[in-house]
């Protein structure tokens, strides 16, 4: 099969590089010149685990294409997915410029019967809006065989997870196809099959199930990581354990263990965007999202709650040392979109407090997001995270990397000038810390004091 992907960033360059390694021919097409230069010599813009050798593969075998020449992309594929960025415009809605923006350069080059494939995550209804600029595009066009040019839109949203996006393309728990003509179905099938199981299927439906499937599970998960902040802001009053609550709760069938681990809330590209999405659908339609509003309102709480804990070992940030581990917004990803470090680092430098940080793959990304404001001290990267401890007033952890898991406590607690950590994701038991002399407060248990 032909197939170009319109985007090649987090999304189009893994489903990209993964349908090349299951046969296709790919084209990842972008306007960003600089990002498709760099992927033809060999330099992979993102840090996602296995892309690198699974490109490499797909370069040297000649399936995986990178380019930025719009009417050859187009042209030359029998399939074209979608998978630009749809951004929140400042008021929370959707910002679909850069799907319309795809959609009209398919009406412009379009040569031959198409299927648009919108894996971008997008408003229901945005399949018809898709359809309706190409169409308009073939007139503007005037190419004069436009009874000809004909095409079927198709959603097909992405599940992936950052971080682990290989594995969950080739071993997705679903794959959602939005469609409503058989041809098309069946170039779907083709470019799937072998992804399905017979408890993982691919899940046919119309345009815009599928398109509301995406929000409504994203907006799903973030209700559930909001759901148990709000109970450890109770665990840490009433003496329990928000963690053995989870666990508690988590091994109901009807629950489920994951997405219920307290801490400093939820960041990253999709959660905060799509739970704003979906509230402003709604709203556009007379539908009034109470509880995603809440799951919102709470997680936004989340990172205040953050800093409240911090102040409360560290009252006056000014001139402390603070050591911030793991920035990016989730573990084994550099993607720095909205993540709580941001908004927690950005109020300490205010305060003037002095970051040391380490993460083990995001410093480049977090540069540019902690670009400091006037007066305060830049952020020094720390090349390990014992460097970032040295003479540190206190430690504060807002991402769960493997690593900060099983290092020498002893030797963290020798380095820090005061051996105080403030954990956002509650990786450490709290009956060790004890023991060992920390200060430690996380989310949803009882902190551990030492005077
Ligand atoms: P991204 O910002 O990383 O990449 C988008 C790319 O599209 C950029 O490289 C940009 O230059 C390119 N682009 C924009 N307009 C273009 C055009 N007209 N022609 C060619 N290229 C163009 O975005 P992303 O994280 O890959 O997300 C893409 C979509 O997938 C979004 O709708 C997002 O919500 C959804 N999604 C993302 C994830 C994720 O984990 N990142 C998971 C599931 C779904």
């Not at 409360?312 to 993540?339: H, Q, Y």
């Not at 109020?347 to 003037?352: K, T, V």
Request: glycine share 8%.
């Amino acid at each position: 099969m032909k197939i170009t992907m319109i985007g090649t960033g987090y999304v189009g360059l893994t489903t990209g590089t993964c349908l090349a390694d299951l046969g296709h021919d790919v084209t990842c097409l972008d306007i960003d010149k600089k990002k498709i230069d760099n992927l033809n010599s060999g330099k992979i813009p993102i840090y996602e685990p296995g892309l690198s050798d699974l490109v490499k593969r797909g370069v040297k075998e000649k399936r995986l294409f990178f380019t930025t020449d719009t009417k050859s992309a187009v042209e030359s594929a029998q399939v074209i997915f979608i998978a630009v960025g749809t951004p929140s415009k400042e008021n929370g809605d959707v910002d679909l410029t850069y799907v319309e923006s795809a959609a009209a350069t398919i009406g412009k080059f379009i040569n031959k019967y198409k299927v648009v494939v919108d894996k971008s995550t997008v408003p229901v209804g945005t399949g018809d809006m898709v359809a309706e600029i190409i169409r308009r595009t073939i007139s503007a066009e005037n190419k004069g065989n436009e009874k000809k040019l004909e095409f079927d839109v198709v959603s097909n949203p992405e599940f992936l997870r950052e971080g682990r996006a290989i594995k969950d393309f080739m071993n997705p728990d679903r794959i959602v196809i939005g469609v409503t003509s058989t041809k098309a179905k069946d170039l779907m099938l083709s470019i799937y099959k072998g992804l399905e199981r017979p408890d993982k299927p691919i899940l046919f439906t119309d345009i815009r199930s599928a398109e509301m499937i995406k929000y409504a599970a994203n907006a799903f998960l973030a209700t559930k990581i909001s759901f148990i902040n709000e109970i450890a802001r109770l665990c840490e009053k009433e003496g329990a354990d928000v963690k053995m609550v989870s666990r508690g709760i988590g091994l109901d069938e009807r629950i489920g263990p994951k997405f219920l681990s307290a801490g400093i809330g939820y960041g990253g590209s999709c959660f905060p965007k799509d739970v704003k999405g979906l509230i402003s659908t709604g709203k556009s339609r007379g539908v009034d999202f109470k509880i995603l509003k809440a799951a919102e309102a709470v997680n936004v709480e989340q990172r205040e709650i953050m800093i409240e804990k911090i102040k409360s070992v560290i009252p006056k940030v000014k001139g402390k040392k603070i050591a911030c581990w793991g920035l990016s917004f989730k573990p084994n990803t550099d993607d720095m979109r909205e993540a709580p470090s941001v908004t927690v680092i950005k109020r300490l430098l205010r305060e003037g407090a002095e970051i040391v940080a380490f993460d083990p793959v995001a410093k480049e990304q977090a540069e540019k997001e902690l670009v400091t404001t006037t007066g305060s001290k830049p952020v020094v990267f720390a090349e390990t995270p014992y460097d970032a401890l040295d003479g540190a007033d206190c430690l504060v952890i807002f991402t769960e990397w493997d690593e900060f898991r099983n290092l020498d406590k002893n030797k963290m607690k020798e380095l820090l000038k005061s051996p105080i950590i403030i954990d956002g994701r509650n990786i450490y038991n709290p009956d060790e810390m004890k023991e060992l002399g920390f200060t430690y407060i996380s989310f949803g248990r009882q902190d551990i004091r030492m005077e």
